[in-house]
């Protein structure tokens, strides 16, 4: 990249004092509409330069968080998502066995079941999204990042699972969700709504003790984030993500940022993906040092 160290800014712990431990999955094998995410995890980081230390609205200091940036999963050049699944399980595992808090930079959404494989107790998951990602398979690709939900569902079960923004989907998987009774709010319904009244409802029913949160960038607006491999209008706002983030902290032992497409970027969804990330590292220590 150049002009800024390869890591994310204020991830400068050692990994044994981190408790917050950020890696990089570059991997878009299955983008099936405009490739480019495996470019996001270096954007990301770049992107995080451009902020103050301080997250000015809530007074947290990021450069008190004990944050470590691990770099990337490594992976072959021609690697497939199975290789990208495995690399992927086994770095979040070491991650999560040294006690630190996995933060997971995409890459495509097709990493998210891997990370969440990695917990010995399986956390809930909350997902935002403009698609619901709930096929069985996608051009014959069960690990397809159209079908993070699905597995997720395979994985934990029905009750485990919320995601909020949802505003595309075949009518197919839209079929499925509903006869499998996966909880989930649209982006309309949203506004209609309130975000947080519907999550504060969502998250009551989950049966878990903690939660992962998964943040596909392409939930918000385009007007947001234009930088995505497949970009939905009518989208939320970057204030509700970090309500939701917000509201989430104290229960987060995880998390990823996904799907940010740096050729198709004016450099703003990469900032506000880094914001995004920033916000949650804050809020996750803010909650655990109040
Ligand atoms: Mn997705
Ligand atoms: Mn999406």
Redo the contacts with the bound molecule.
């Keep these: 990249m150049g002009r800024f160290p390869d890591r994310f800014a204020d991830a400068d712990a050692p990994l044994e004092e981190a408790d917050y431990a950020i890696f990089g999955v570059p991997f878009d094998g299955t983008s099936s509409y405009r490739a480019g995410a495996a470019e996001g995890p270096a954007a990301v980081r770049e992107g995080a330069w451009n902020f103050e230390t301080l997250l000015f609205e809530r007074g947290i200091d990021l450069a008190e968080v004990p944050i470590c940036d691990v770099g990337d999963v490594e992976l072959d050049g021609d690697a497939d998502v199975q290789q990208m699944a495995k690399r992927v399980e086994a770095k979040a595992r070491e991650v999560v066995e040294a006690g630190k808090v996995p933060v997971v930079l995409g890459g495509e ?1 097709s990493l998210t079941p891997h990370v969440v494989k990695a917990f010995e107790e399986p956390p809930d998951v909350v ?1 935002l ?3 619901l ?1 709930y096929r069985d398979a996608y051009e014959d690709e069960p690990l397809s ?2 079908c ?2 699905r597995r997720l569902k395979d994985q934990l079960g029905i009750d485990h699972l919320v995601m909020a923004g949802i505003r595309s989907a075949s009518k197919d998987e839209l079929f499925q969700a509903e006869e499998d009774g996966l909880a989930f709010i649209s982006a309309y319904q949203i506004r209609e709504v309130g975000l947080e009244v519907w999550l504060a409802e969502a998250v009551e029913n989950l049966t878990g003790s903690s939660v992962y949160l998964s943040i ?1 960038i ?1 939930v918000l607006d385009p007007s947001h984030a234009p930088g995505v491999g497949t970009p939905e209008p009518f989208g939320l706002t970057p204030k509700a993500v970090v309500k939701t983030i917000r509201y989430l902290a104290p229960a987060l032992v995880g998390m990823d940022l ?2 940010v497409c740096p050729p198709y970027d004016n450099g703003n969804t990469a900032a506000l993906g880094a914001r995004l990330v920033r916000e949650a590292l804050g809020e996750m220590w803010l909650a655990r040092n109040l």
């Design positions: 959404h997902i999204d403009a698609h990602d990042h159209a993070t939900a596909d392409d996904v799907e």
